[in-house]
């Protein structure tokens, strides 16, 4: 019987005596002599099978032991000092090569690769991923989320982040021969980029654990990807900055109205060209629309008085699709067109800054998922999200009903 098997019925062991007890109390809450007895005998079974598993993965370790090599070969000529680009902490290969180890195989921790591992030791009793597969996770996120492929993103290595930014800017003066400047300065203030935690827990099967086929990195990269990169998403949205980012459609810290129509539930073609030319000019240069499928099907059906369709997409292939000559992006998360939703978004998203902190957690729970014949993984990042200048950002909010 394999470990996983003597797992499987240790727990099915367990579940059987904890009903059989709980069903077995007199109405003192106490078990007759022949219940004791059988109760004993259970928890006798369940003792017996831990110390079988507890035999075979001491088996299994020294197997382990046994079959690495007694010696590392010598693959380039010796020297005194370490060259002066090897990668070292958490961008190490050993550092790398110990992660995956250890997270694949919950029995393979050695004190090597504990000591190896210390380098990014988390507080919560997990550890940093490899440097490299930060970076390819938050590559992913940048190219599946609207908001974060264009927003300003930074990595910061503590927790807050001050933004200086301008309140309001200085001017000019006409000056009489001999006449005084007149003082007029710039208004500073700050933005605080916080560090809210984003998590999830994911389920791998023990026999996936140990096919050495499974692609473990890629399948926990995906995950982590799609269920952080929603919630991330939707916070950049709509977020109240209560334990998580800021959203641009938030009323407090959001991006500025700029047009509010003159329906709850539609939008005409000069409400779009009034958002428009709400935004300055200098933030129109690179600015972008954020709209719901629902409403691109909206603005799709205008038509004019000849009831020919005022809005064409692109119609080559690679053509960026514009509305009023600016690229649009369709979210999920973005409300549809109703009774005071704010349904659009235009403006330059390179003012809506993303603060992601430095070290993404991973911790493995062996026992938890047992029963069920799975290890569970934490995975969680520390990150925020702020508009730093709300007036280039416009938005458009639909009429109260």
Do not use: C
Request: proline fraction near 3%.
């Amino acid at each position: 019987m394999t470990i996983i098997e003597l797992r499987n019925k240790r727990a099915q062991k367990l579940a059987a005596a904890r009903a059989f007890l709980e069903s077995s109390r007199n109405a003192e809450g106490f078990l007759s002599e022949e219940d004791d007895a059988a109760y004993t005998r259970m928890e006798q079974e369940i003792t017996n099978l831990g110390t079988e598993i507890a035999r075979m993965e001491r088996l299994e370790s020294l197997d382990a032991e046994l079959s690495r090599p007694v010696s590392t070969p010598i693959t380039e000529k010796p020297s005194a000092a370490p060259r002066a680009d090897a990668k070292t902490g958490r961008a190490s290969d050993a550092y790398r090569q110990a992660f995956w180890n250890v997270t694949r195989h919950k029995d393979s921790m050695t004190p090597e690769m504990l000591n190896t591992l210390r380098e990014g030791a988390d507080t919560e009793g997990g550890y940093l991923v490899p440097d490299e597969f930060e970076h390819t996770l938050v590559q992913a996120l940048n190219e599946s989320t609207v908001i974060r492929a264009n927003a300003h993103v930074i990595t910061t290595s503590s927790g807050l982040h001050k933004i200086p930014v301008v309140a309001s800017h200085g001017s000019a003066a006409w000056i009489d021969e001999g006449g005084a400047y007149t003082e007029s300065d710039e208004a500073f203030g700050q933005v605080q980029l916080d560090a809210h935690k984003v998590g999830t827990v994911i389920k791998v099967s023990e026999e996936l654990l140990n096919d050495s086929a499974f692609d473990l990195e890629g399948y926990i990269r995906s995950e982590f990807v799609r269920r952080v990169g929603d919630k991330e998403e939707e916070a950049f949205l709509t977020g109240n900055g209560a334990s998580k980012p800021t959203g641009i459609l938030n009323a407090t810290g959001g991006g500025e109205v700029g047009v509010t129509t003159a329906s709850a539930t539609a939008i005409t073609a000069d409400e779009l060209i009034d958002l428009y030319f709400s935004l300055k000019a200098p933030y129109r240069k690179k600015a972008v629309w954020i709209l719901n499928d629902s409403t691109i099907k909206l603005i799709r059906k205008l038509k004019d008085g000849n009831g020919q369709y005022l809005w064409q997409p692109a119609l080559r292939e690679g053509d960026v699709p514009t509305i009023l000559g600016r690229p649009y992006h369709t979210s999920a998360y973005m409300p549809e067109a109703a009774a005071s939703a704010k349904s659009v978004i235009f403006g330059d998203l390179n003012y809506y800054w993303i603060g992601d902190r430095q070290g993404v957690t991973f911790k493995r729970l062996n026992e938890l998922y047992a029963g069920n014949g799975q290890v569970g993984f934490l995975a969680s990042k520390r990150l925020d999200g702020k508009t730093v200048l709300p007036e280039a950002i416009k938005v458009l909010q639909q009429k109260v009903a």
